[in-house]
C-alpha cells in the first residue's frame, strides 16, 4: 500500500512559479515509478511527467517540456514538481500517482496509487 498526499497548489500569476510536493507513505515507495497528472473540468486526466524508480529517468508532455522539473527524494520519500512560466492553460488539479513498479508509463490507469490532487490556478 502506498498513500500519496499532494500540496503545493494555489494561485500565481502568467510567468510564476509553483513546486508542487508529494509526500508519499509506504515501504515500497522506492521501488515505483512516480507520475504527475493534471485534469481540468470536462477532461480526462493528462500524463504531465513521470520519474523512474531511481530518479535516473524522466518523460514530460510535450507541453510542459522546459517549464517543468519532476524530482525525487527516496530517502524523505518525496516526490516534487517544479513548474516555472506557468500559463494560464496549466491550471488544472494536480495529482501525483505512484505505478506498479519502476517504468515510467503515460496511461492513469497503469498507476495502482492516487493523491487528493491539488488545484493549480494559473491567472492571465
Known amino acids: 500500500q502506498v498513500q500519496l498526499v499532494e500540496s503545493g497548489g494555489g494561485l500565481v500569476q502568467a510567468g510564476g512559479s509553483l513546486k508542487l510536493s508529494c509526500a508519499a507513505s509506504g515501504r515500497t515507495f522506492s521501488n515505483r515509478a512516480m507520475g504527475w497528472f493534471r485534469q481540468t473540468p470536462g477532461k480526462e486526466r493528462e500524463f504531465v511527467t513521470g520519474i523512474d524508480w531511481g530518479g535516473a529517468r524522466t518523460y514530460y508532455a510535450d507541453s510542459v517540456k522546459g517549464r517543468f522539473t519532476i524530482f525525487r527524494d527516496n530517502v524523505r520519500n518525496m516526490v516534487y514538481l517544479q513548474m516555472n512560466k506557468l500559463k494560464p492553460e496549466d491550471t488544472a488539479v494536480y495529482y501525483c500517482?505512484?505505478?506498479?513498479?519502476?517504468?515510467?508509463?503515460?496511461?492513469?490507469?497503469?498507476?495502482?496509487?492516487w493523491g487528493q490532487g491539488t488545484q493549480v490556478t494559473v491567472s492571465s
Open positions: 500517482a505512484a505505478a506498479p513498479d519502476g517504468n515510467i508509463y503515460y496511461q492513469e490507469s497503469l498507476y495502482h496509487y
